[in-house]
């Protein structure tokens, strides 16, 4: 590649891409404040990956970019071993590593799918960037590294506009006519929560289905989501501890937002050997 770590943008004909113009506008604003470590948040399947290929590959194309997939990583070693890789140089120590960075001089590093290994990747990162002072860290995570000098950067749902938008581009790329009825489009972006993947997902159905037979699916919605949404799903799962699993499994008979309050009125985790004492609901 004539750039070091760069991701291909995509797989197969470029798509267009739609919202996160708030997400750029924050991380210009924050580099302009100098800052040097932003981690762009949410959960699985909210376009973190694909929002920062957009910022540092197209919208942002300067300072270069080197791009580090770490979703297979999960100690310092394989960090360390992933982003040599990425660099182009053999040594795997974090002290070469720090060097090779620091000859960069202004760049940006993109340390894509960290959440699996966070603390880890907050330790280095945290002794890399006084290696390579002009080096701006960008990581994507559902979790925070939770150093100082992190700024962070929330990913949330789509807007309802920008849902109907993606779900109406994504089903034309499949079958040119879909209807643009943007009520029942609405409604199957809604039932969605608005999020890209499952959106996009959902999309590709229309080479098959009208969006209202698509709504009407709806009622399983994994089943017609299919494996990729099934496997973000279990990749988040699999991130919890037994405790934390417990939780988010007694807090489902919420049926929309809660408190903390109402929170604490329904857990009860004391079977859980490695619960933190007394349980820190918050």
Known sequence: PTSPGLPPRLVGPATSFVGRRAAFARMDALRRDGARLITVLGPGGAGKTRTVVEYADV?????????CDLSPARTAEHICASLAAALGITATHPE?????????????LVLDNVEQAAVHAGELVHAWMGAAPEV?????????????AEHRVVLGPLSPGEAIEL??????AVRHDVP???????AIVAGLDCLPLAVELVAARAQ????????????????????????????????????????????????REFSAEAAEGILRLGDHDNAPLPLDVL
């Open 59 to 67: 919208v942002r194309p300067s300072p270069p970019a080197v791009w």
């Open 96 to 108: 070469a590593i720090g060097l090779a960075l620091g000859a960069l001089g202004q760049a940006l």
């Open 136 to 148: 701006v860290f960008v990581v994507t995570s559902r979790v925070a590294l939770g150093l100082a």
């Open 167 to 172: 779900f109406l581009d994504r089903a034309r």
């Open 180 to 186: 643009a009825d943007t009520d029942v489009i609405g």
């Open 208 to 255: 098959v289905l009208s969006p209202r037979s698509i709504l009407e699916r709806l009622r399983a919605p994994l089943a017609l989501l299919g494996g990729p949404m099934r496997g973000t799903i279990e990749w988040s799962w699999g991130l919890l501890q037994p405790w934390e699993r417990d939780a988010l499994a007694q807090c489902s008979v919420f049926r």
